[in-house]
């Protein structure tokens, strides 16, 4: 019940094009959805985040969409460029005082040029 | 803001010995620091999360007296790696919290240790 499942594991989208990942959890204690962005050698960095009070959240070409009844929530990146190649994990933070971050499997994307 | 300094980047060391990385929050103060390892290609592993004055709390199948973790302030957490050998040979990444309302996890940019 702590998992998050993520998918796909990796993704190979053509520049201009949309590149959608979703991730999937059955815990509903779960109270926060970050995603991160990592490139090769550096920790993960922060994208986007949302609560599960809402739906959609949009920074720029990054959007989150959740759907609290499924317990489901995605990743769009809009006309995904080269220099979004990386790989992004979603991850759900379970508790307050002590709390604690589960991550999902990782999505390694290369967006063609 | 929010930023997480781990250091050193990189460290090779031989067999038997024991390498320290430390993690420093820079603008922000954390009460909770976590440390997590990553294999090649794979998510991140949390091995422990670090409590400011208290002792840290291990994973299941962590070895506690073989990765040591303080946390001696608001702003510093270190991990040691003790009589380290090949297999622990990792990507080690440290991670807080500002203690502050309810805000994100941000990520140092990693530790790769390589253990000959």
């Known amino acids: 019940q702590q998992q998050v499942k993520q998918s796909p594991q990796s993704l190979i989208v053509q520049k201009g094009g949309i590149s959608i990942i979703n991730c999937a959890y059955e815990n509903t204690a779960f109270d926060y959805f970050p995603w991160y962005q990592q490139f090769p050698g550096k920790g993960p960095a922060l994208l986007i985040a949302?609560?599960?009070?809402?739906s959609e959240k949009k920074e720029g070409r990054f959007t989150i969409s959740f759907n609290k009844s499924a317990k489901q929530f995605s990743l769009h990146i809009m006309d995904s460029q080269p220099g979004d190649s990386a790989t992004y994990f979603c991850?759900?933070?379970?508790?307050?005082?002590?709390?604690?971050?589960?991550f999902g499997t990782g999505t390694r994307l290369k967006v063609l040029a | 803001g929010a930023v997480v300094s781990q250091h050193p980047s990189w460290v090779i060391c031989k067999s038997g010995t024991s390498v320290k990385i430390e993690c420093r929050s820079l603008d922000f103060q954390a009460t909770t620091m976590f440390w997590y390892r990553q294999f090649p290609k794979q998510s991140l592993m949390l091995m422990a999360t670090s409590n400011e004055g208290s002792k840290a709390t291990y994973e299941q199948g962590v070895e506690k007296d073989k990765f040591l973790i303080n946390h001696a302030s608001l702003t510093l957490s270190t991990l040691t790696v003790t009589s380290a050998h090949p297999e622990d040979s990792s990507f080690y990444i440290c991670?807080?919290?500002?203690?502050?309302?309810?805000?994100?996890?941000?990520f140092g940019n990693g530790t790769r240790l390589t253990v000959t």
């Open positions: 949302i609560r599960p009070d809402v």
């Open positions: 991850a759900a933070k379970v508790g307050s005082g002590t709390y604690k971050y589960i």
């Open positions: 991670s807080a919290r500002s203690r502050l309302g309810d805000s994100p996890l941000h």
